[in-house]
């Protein structure tokens, strides 16, 4: 990823993480922001404008990028998550290097057009059909990187240990090319994987069913001694909670505890179906929580208590997950609104708090803690949204947050900067001009 040496930006309106200026320059230098200017009423010469209302670029923590292949087609009928996933199972079987690396580029740019400037992408499928291992071992793994370079934005590539069906239970034929096999053949596999300018490397348990318990801190040392993120689907459904008890007589979240995967540099994602105790242990370690709300109510999955896992002590990140949506502005709204029907009461997080979930506090949950703010040093990481759209207009500017949070979409993204170089400019991407039409043709190729 290149970066503009030097440049100049003026922010028509910015939010700085507690209130919305008017008028302010940043100084970009080597792809950060080398100085924010407030006060500047008109633009200065040579600055490039961003009219609307400028945000730290958006996190999208938790992504399954082939799953963007499924939109649409598992609307028709009823079923529940388990239904869902022998389609998705179906789909992760036509997967190649160069398809993936075809699909997940095109999706990496519908992000950010979406105004999302870093993907953690929680990747398992690492081996051809059947488990043959390709000539290089992380070939799947590097497309998705070389995706997102193209594309324009970062990524947090979370190498995903899978080794099995169920507790006790070997993998299927659809998984066994999810499989290492072990979790040292994993960790050995994956620490050949090299991190770039605009790529991090982070691990992941894919759940408590799908790594035994004698192997989950294989996984957790690995991501420990290269202080690197570590995340785990956690008790997403109930038949997982039901069947940890059952082999192990304790949740979940007990069962990663006592194994060492909690911590501050691990995220739970979904955190889902917990209990009193649960919520203490993922609080208490200070372990993040990563929810993914469009996902969670397309699957039937059900609301998890995001507030109080907050109020216990976990930092709240935002991602699309399958991408039945791929709008970080709607998985803000709706963690409140979620809220807002499990409780009859409004206002659980401020838009404040909501855009920190989708900014600073998604960046920290992928190891980019310098990303995710607008301020000196930061990473020139930036979204503009428009204020003057059917859905934004109105509101008074100082409103912005609430304008943003509330009634703004994905499609009133204007502008996306990584690293101060526009890679969305008034709508369209700068990189790969015909989005839609790149995700047509790599999701029929497929099906075909």
């Known amino acids: 990823m290149t970066h503009p040496r030097t440049r100049t930006y003026w922010l028509e309106h910015a939010w700085l993480g507690t209130h919305v200026e008017p008028g302010v ?14 006060d500047a009423v008109t633009p200065p010469p040579g600055a490039e404008i961003l009219r609307g209302l400028t945000l730290p670029g958006l996190a999208n923590a938790h992504s399954h990028a082939f799953h963007r292949a499924l939109r649409g087609t598992v ?6 998550f388990w239904t869902w996933r022998e389609v998705m199972y179906s789909v992760a079987e036509r997967l190649t290097p160069d398809t993936y690396h075809e699909l997940a580029r095109a999706v990496y740019a519908e992000m950010a057009l979406a105004g999302i400037t870093a993907v953690g992408e929680f990747h398992y499928v690492h081996h051809a059909p059947g488990g043959t291992r390709y000539t290089d071992p992380n070939a799947m793994g590097e497309a998705l990187i070389e995706a997102a370079a193209e594309a324009g934005i970062r990524i947090t590539l979370l190498d995903t240990c ?26 050995e596999r994956c620490s050949v ?28 040392r690995w991501a420990g001694e290269r202080r690197a993120p570590l995340h785990v689907h956690l008790s997403e459904q109930t038949a997982e909670n039901d069947a940890c008890r059952e082999a192990h007589g304790c949740t979940p979240a007990r069962l990663l505890a006592d194994h060492g995967v909690l911590g501050p540099r691990t995220t739970g994602v979904h955190n889902t179906h917990l ?12 372990t993040g929580t990563c929810m993914c709300p469009t996902t969670e109510r397309d699957l039937a999955d059900g609301i998890g208590p995001a507030a109080a896992l907050q109020q216990a002590g976990s930092p709240l990140s935002l991602g699309s997950d399958s ?17 807002r029907l499990r409780t009859r009461t409004r206002g659980h997080w401020t838009a404040a708090a909501l855009l920190r979930a989708a900014s600073a506090d998604g960046h920290a949950a992928l190891g980019w803690g310098d990303a995710g703010t607008i301020e000196s040093g930061a990473l020139a990481d930036l979204t503009t949204i428009a204020l003057d759209s059917v859905r934004t207009a109105g509101p008074p500017p100082r409103l ?35 989005a839609p039409r790149a995700l047509a043709d790599t999701i029929r190729a497929l099906y075909a």
């Open 25 to 38: 320059t940043l100084d970009i230098s080597d792809g950060r922001i080398a100085a924010v200017h407030t």
């Open 75 to 80: 609307q028709v009928g009823s079923g529940t």
């Open 162 to 187: 899978y080794l099995s069906s169920g507790f006790g239970q070997p993998p299927t034929s659809h998984q066994l090319r999810f499989s290492d096999g072990t979790a040292e053949a994993w960790a």
């Open 193 to 220: 994987l090299k991190e770039r300018d605009h790529a991090r490397i982070g691990a992941a348990v894919h759940s408590v069913r799908a790594v035994p318990a004698d192997q989950l801190t294989t996984v957790a």
């Open 275 to 286: 209990t009193d105790e649960d919520i203490a242990l993922i609080g208490g370690s200070g």
């Open 323 to 339: 991408h039945a949506v791929v709008d970080l502005l709607e998985e803000a709204r709706a963690m409140e609104l979620n809220e």
């Open 400 to 434: 912005g947050a609430e304008t943003a949070v509330f009634a703004a979409t994905a499609a009133d993204v204007r502008h996306t900067i990584v690293g101060g170089r526009h890679v969305v400019r008034d709508g369209a991407h700068t990189l790969v001009p015909d």
